[in-house]
Nanobody, 126 residues
Framework: QVQLVESGGGLVQAGDSLRLSCAAS????????MGWFRQAPGQEREFVVA????????YYADSVKGRFTISSDNAQNTVSLQMNSLKPEDTGVYYC???????????????????WGQGTQVTVSS
C-alpha cells in the first residue's frame, strides 16, 4: 500500500503561483508513475501532469504546458507541482496519484493509478 498526502492548495488571483506537494509513504518503491489530476465542480477528473519516478520523464496536459512544472524527490518520497501564471480555469481539487506498476493503462489515464490522496483545493479568482 502507498499513502499519499497533498498540501499547498489555496485561494489565489489569476496570474499568481502556487506550489503543491505530495508526500508518499508505504511501498513507494513499487510505483512507476506519480501524477496530478484535478477535478472541477460538475466535471470529470482530468489529467494534469505525470512523472516517471525512475527516468524522470515528465508529461503534461496541453492546458498546463509552460506554466506547470512537476518534480520528484525520490529520497524524500515527495512530488511537487509548481503552478505559475494560474488561470481561473485551473480551479479545482487537485489529487496526487501513484500507480502500483502493474497497469497497462497510459500515464494520462486515471485508471492507471491505484493510490490517491485526499485532494487539495485550488481556487483561482479572476
Amino acid at each position: 500500500q502507498v499513502q499519499l498526502v497533498e498540501s499547498g492548495g489555496g485561494l489565489v488571483q489569476a496570474g499568481d503561483s502556487l506550489r503543491l506537494s505530495c508526500a508518499a509513504s508505504g511501498r513507494t518503491f513499487s510505483t512507476y508513475f506519480m501524477g496530478w489530476f484535478r477535478q472541477a465542480p460538475g466535471q470529470e477528473r482530468e489529467f494534469v501532469v505525470a512523472i516517471h519516478r525512475s527516468y524522470g520523464s515528465t508529461y503534461y496536459a496541453d492546458s498546463v504546458k509552460g506554466r506547470f512544472t512537476i518534480s520528484s524527490d525520490n529520497a524524500q518520497n515527495t512530488v511537487s507541482l509548481q503552478m505559475n501564471s494560474l488561470k481561473p480555469e485551473d480551479t479545482g481539487v487537485y489529487y496526487c496519484a501513484a500507480d502500483a506498476g502493474l497497469s497497462g493503462r497510459p500515464y494520462f489515464s486515471a485508471e492507471r493509478y491505484n493510490y490517491w490522496g485526499q485532494g487539495t483545493q485550488v481556487t483561482v479568482s479572476s
